[in-house]
């Protein structure tokens, strides 16, 4: 089931704003618990809007089992928001201020685990929004990893290698402080790759003296897991895989449009051409690029090495063959469409981006990135037939990975490329099937099925672990 969209602001009454944020809530504890969420944080959108998605999916359980009702209540309230300044100096010699981030949002199967994410407009809305939302993903896993999310509102495109390194250094230096291997272990997000993972972890070394695995996301030679910057996109692919076995069907000459050409788009792709798909366009915030007969190895490497700077922008892309678009999005790609991947970020398709998707025959959407279509783009699909499947269970590959590093730390081993890969299948599979499993228990979509499987194993160590 997906929920209503948040209310705008307008000039509609209290009342009624209330009674828009309440729909599609049929269940009356768990109205009582959206309401207490709404009045504590009225001006996070992003957070409201992952609690309502959330609630509406998992009401089938509360008739179940009433006693986790409290259990979610609890769950929508974060353990610990940390919020700090981070003051760094640019290259003019100029002192620059940012602010950072870490919101520690459950601790019930594991340590806190969630990725940084460095970009302009970040606030503490978004933060929660994906902290709440990598708690479930994280259960996915079956990994014993709870859920957490961080970052900053630094641009980090622009910048020089010398600006990224004081900042990221002036980020740990309070960041330090709440982490630990045992307590909360960030990885990377949008803006924060390997370059950064290693500014923040030897600062981390520096203040501490401890050589630990506190960051994932590492580089090979300094404890970090092979496939891990590959995790997340291969592992939509898997999933992708997965769910059309089990229809008959596979993944051989399907025409796919994945949005985004950061690390997980073209991860994503990488795995799509691997698996015979063709991958039609991709996009970045300039606009997209459409090759009609599919992107080869070659064309996909050019745009690897665009996107090595943040700076880098598709619109240098050049191919005879390729078109460029500025300022739109790849779901208006005119031409038959098997199955989209957007691989970019949160909101991104919108309902006018699913109608198009429609119209051009997609059968299938996977999400890649967290959160990426609409709730009204959602009902879009449902509405028409097409099989979606939600981040909360296509895109854990990467946290999966993440937790892999963080076992491989703590044995003080590094696994093959091979072992890496064989748990990562494993662990997609495991989460296919029970995603499947449960909508079928529920009778319930599958993205509302990630959202129950998820919420169940969290709950249960919630509740067992009392009022904490």
């Known amino acids: 089931m997906v929920p209503a969209e948040l209310p705008p602001s307008s000039p509609r009454s209290p009342k009624r704003m209330q009674e828009d944020w309440l729909e599609g809530i049929e269940h009356p504890g768990l109205r009582r618990v959206l309401e207490t969420v709404k009045e504590r944080d009225p001006a996070q959108p992003e957070f409201l809007a992952a609690v309502k998605e959330v609630a509406a999916s998992i009401q089938p359980v509360f008739e179940r089992r009433p006693e986790l009702l409290p259990v979610f209540a609890q769950l929508c309230e974060p353990e610990r928001q940390i919020i700090f300044r981070v003051p760094w100096i640019d290259d003019a010699g100029q002192m620059q201020i940012n602010r950072g981030f870490r919101v520690q949002f459950s601790s019930a199967i594991g340590p806190y685990k969630g990725g940084l994410r460095f970009r302009q ?12 939302e990598q708690v ?4 996915l896993t079956t990994l014993p990893m709870g859920g957490g999310k961080g970052g900053s509102d630094f641009d980090p495109k622009g910048k020089s290698e010398a600006e990224l390194q004081r900042f990221c250094q002036s980020f740990m230096t309070e960041l330090y402080r709440h ?10 997000d949008i803006g924060v790759g390997t370059r950064e993972i290693g500014y923040l972890f030897g600062q981390y ?21 092979r496939l891990r910057p590959e995790a997340t996109g291969y592992g939509a692919v898997f999933f992708a895989k997965e769910l059309l076995e089990d229809e008959g069907d596979t993944l051989v000459g399907k025409r796919c449009l994945v949005s985004g050409s950061g690390n997980v788009a073209q991860h994503c ?6 698996e015979g798909a063709l991958v039609l366009g991709m996009s970045d915030s300039r606009g997209y690029i459409f090759e009609r007969d599919g992107l080869t190895r070659e064309q996909l490497a050019q745009i690897s090495a665009i996107k090595e700077s943040h700076s880098g922008q598709l619109e240098q892309y050049r191919s005879p063959t390729a078109v460029f678009v500025q300022g739109r999005r790849v779901w208006e790609v005119d031409g038959p469409i098997d199955a989209a991947f957007p691989c970019a970020t949160q909101h991104e398709l919108d309902l006018e981006d699913a109608q198009q998707l429609v119209q051009h025959g997609c059968k299938f959407v996977f999400e890649g990135a967290n959160m990426p279509c609409t709730p009204r ?16 269970a296509v895109n854990a590959g990467g946290v999966a990975v993440s937790g892999l590093e963080m076992t491989q730390d703590r044995l003080g081993m590094q696994w093959s490329e091979e072992e890496v890969d064989a748990k990562l299948r494993a662990i997609m599979h495991s989460i296919y099937r029970t995603c499947k499993e449960t909508a079928e228990e529920y009778h319930t979509t599958l993205a509302a099925a990630a959202n129950i499987a998820g919420f169940l194993r969290v709950a249960e160590a919630q509740r067992a672990q009392g009022a904490v």
């Open 179 to 188: 982490i630990g291997d045992e307590t909360d272990v960030p990885a990377g």
């Open 136 to 139: 479930f993903k994280n259960a």
């Open 269 to 274: 792709a990488q795995k799509l051409m691997d």
């Open 205 to 225: 070394k520096r203040l501490t003296g401890v050589y630990g695995g506190v960051l994932t996301g590492k580089g090979l030679e300094w404890g970090g897991s």
């Open 377 to 392: 783009a959602v009902r879009c699909f449902e509405e028409h037939g097409v099989v979606f499947s939600p981040a909360k």
């Open 121 to 132: 407009g970040v606030n503490l809305s978004i933060i929660k929004f994906l902290g709440f």
